[in-house]
């Protein structure tokens, strides 16, 4: 099976720098991606590393470590439209399990 | 090009009462999925379908079934109602490639008395 650990609360002002860190233990790995989901609206795609290292989309970018199964998900100049809770989530065989995700507050 | 739709959007049962939940995506994706969501926990996968015609057990498969009779639709539905089964419904579709982006229906909330 799957199980993955991630921060469940994150606070930050605006204009900083957070890092959501995720550490997985799985049987069969393919690839960690990242989802956004919003108060009351659908989960939808970030991000998606198969390869360890650093992928960048904008102000956001992800980071993985297979050696470590470990990954992170770093988000830049925070704006108040950031606030939202983020899930990492494994890919295996075509599915994904996802983490319990990290609620993501911006303050002014 | 509407994407994932779900109906319905909000829906009450009383324990032992049936439904359907119906998922229709029109982007010609392969692959299928239903998930619940529940407060301060991710997705679980309930069933999930690889093509028109196939259904997979998720994690948390009982208590539902599924079926995918067309390729753009996929029903998920629940044969006696239980307190347990209240939650948020989602269902995804993806293209199948590893790692290609899944989407995600607008949500059915489901309350059951």
């Known amino acids: 099976g799957q199980s993955l650990e991630q921060p469940s609360e994150v606070t930050a002002v605006e204009g900083a720098i957070v890092q959501i860190n995720c550490t997985y233990q799985t049987s069969g790995f393919y690839g960690l991606s990242w989802y956004q989901q919003h108060d009351g609206g659908a989960p939808t795609f970030l991000s998606y590393n198969a390869l360890d290292g650093l992928e960048e989309t904008g102000r956001f970018s992800s980071f993985l470590s297979r050696s470590d199964s470990y990954g992170y998900l770093l988000l830049q100049e925070l704006q108040m439209k950031d606030s939202a809770s983020y899930f990492c989530?494994?890919?295996?065989?075509?599915?994904?399990?996802f983490g319990a995700g990290t609620t993501v507050t911006v303050r002014a | 090009n509407a994407g994932v739709t779900q109906t319905p959007k909000f829906r009450v049962l009383k324990t032992g009462q049936s439904m359907t939940l119906l998922c229709a995506q029109d982007m010609n994706h392969e692959y299928m999925y239903w998930y619940r969501q529940d407060p301060g926990m991710g997705l679980r996968l309930i069933h999930y379908?690889?093509?028109?015609?196939?259904?997979a057990k998720g994690e948390v498969p009982d208590g539902y079934n599924v079926s995918r009779l067309k390729k753009q639709n996929f029903l998920l539905g629940l044969e006696s109602a239980a307190p347990s089964q209240t939650s948020v419904y989602f269902c995804?579709?993806?293209?199948?490639?590893?790692?290609?982006?899944?989407?995600f229906g607008p949500g059915t909330r489901l309350t059951v008395l």
């Open positions: 989530a494994v890919m295996g065989d075509y599915k994904l399990s």
């Open positions: 995804a579709s993806s293209s199948g490639t590893k790692g290609s982006e899944q989407f």
């Open positions: 379908s690889v093509g028109e015609g196939t259904t």
